[in-house]
Every structure is written in structure tokens, then in C-alpha cells.
């Protein structure tokens, strides 16, 4: 993995030196910065795929015209921040095969680990709702199989719940699945 450059990128440089990285090879730009993601843990992996099946499970039921995507999509919140949520959720048109940058993502889901646990619950949060088209953002704790769901309504007001055994209804797009479909089976 070849270290990235210490100097500030923009967003648009910061894509183009991404795209430019071995195959694997994972970074966020924060406030200008290059940072690592770090490899996941199997559980992790378990409950983003747990997550974008139920989405696209939702999706397809409700007859949405809708697409999941897990990893690797880049969402820029402004000329010195891109994230790669976990999961998200885009609605409209099919975005072009070679499509590496969503510009209207509904729906972000970040899954806690350890090590992400204080910026996908702090600063991702203040990020992520900055995007007009952002109206859920989830974050999947699976260590207590807890989904905490933070929603922007139609006023712009953000409300947020803790949920366990329940359903949640992602209106719009429109979707409503159950959180226990958002983890994998127990084991």
C-alpha cells in the first residue's frame, strides 16, 4: 500500500490519486487529509452485506427505482471531505458503469467498529447531513444488534431513535424494512 501524500488535496485530487492506488487499498479525504481506512473485522463485513441486501430486498419490493451500493462509492460533502459510507442508497436514474462518485446518496449507513466509532457518531454525522439529499442517516451497532437512525423530515428538522426490534421506514425514498434485517444472523 503506498503511503499517501502528506500535502492538503481537494476533493477532485483526491478522487484522481484514489483511483490511482492498488486495487484494495482504501482512504477517506478529511478536512483536506488522506486518511486510511482500516482493514474490517469478518463481523463487519457480515453486517454491511446484511444491510445492502435488506435495502435492495426493500427496494425491490416497493418497486422503487433505487440502487444499493456497498463500499467503495465515493460521497463528496465538499471540496476537502470524501467518505465511503458502508452502505448507501441512491435513487433516480442508474448512475454509469464507471460511476465512482455519488452526488445524491438518500439513504448513508456507517457500521460502528472500534475504530470508527467517534467519526461515523460525530463528525460523519454533521457531514453527511450537510448533503441536501441526505434524509437517513443510519449507524449499525452490532454489538448490541441496535440501529441508531437519525432522519431529516420534510422541514429540514433532524429527529433521531435508538431502534432494536422494530421496523424502520425510510420515507422518502420509501422503504420500510425491519432493523433486524439489517444484521446477520446470530452465531
Known amino acids: 500500500m503506498s503511503a499517501p501524500a502528506r500535502r492538503r488535496m ?7 490519486w484514489a483511483m490511482a492506488q492498488p486495487e484494495g487499498a482504501r482512504y477517506e479525504l478529511v478536512a483536506g487529509e488522506v486518511v486510511a481506512m482500516a482493514p ?30 456497498v463500499d467503495g462509492m465515493a460521497v463528496r460533502v465538499d471540496d476537502s471531505t470524501v467518505y465511503e459510507p458502508d452502505v448507501l442508497l441512491r435513487c433516480g436514474q442508474t448512475v454509469a458503469d464507471d460511476c465512482i462518485e455519488i452526488l445524491d ?4 449507513v456507517e457500521v460502528l467498529s472500534p475504530s470508527s466509532r467517534q467519526k461515523d457518531t460525530g463528525g460523519k454525522l454533521d457531514d453527511y447531513l450537510r448533503l441536501p439529499s441526505v434524509r437517513h442517516y443510519l449507524i ?9 437512525h437519525h432522519r431529516r423530515d420534510d422541514t429540514g428538522e433532524l429527529r433521531s431513535r435508538i431502534l432494536r ?17 439489517l444484521f446477520p444472523p446470530a452465531g
Open 10 to 16: 481537494t476533493a477532485a485530487e483526491f478522487l484522481d
Open 40 to 69: 474490517e473485522r469478518a463481523l463487519h463485513g457480515r453486517a454491511k452485506l446484511a444491510v445492502v441486501d435488506a435495502l435492495r430486498a426493500a427496494v425491490k419490493q416497493a418497486g422503487l427505482p433505487c440502487e444499493a451500493f
Open 105 to 108: 446518496p438518500v439513504v448513508v
Open 140 to 148: 449499525v451497532e452490532t454489538a448490541n444488534r441496535t440501529l441508531i
Open 165 to 181: 426490534d422494530a421496523a424502520v421506514e425510510l420515507r422518502p425514498p420509501g422503504p420500510t424494512l425491519t432493523v433486524a434485517s
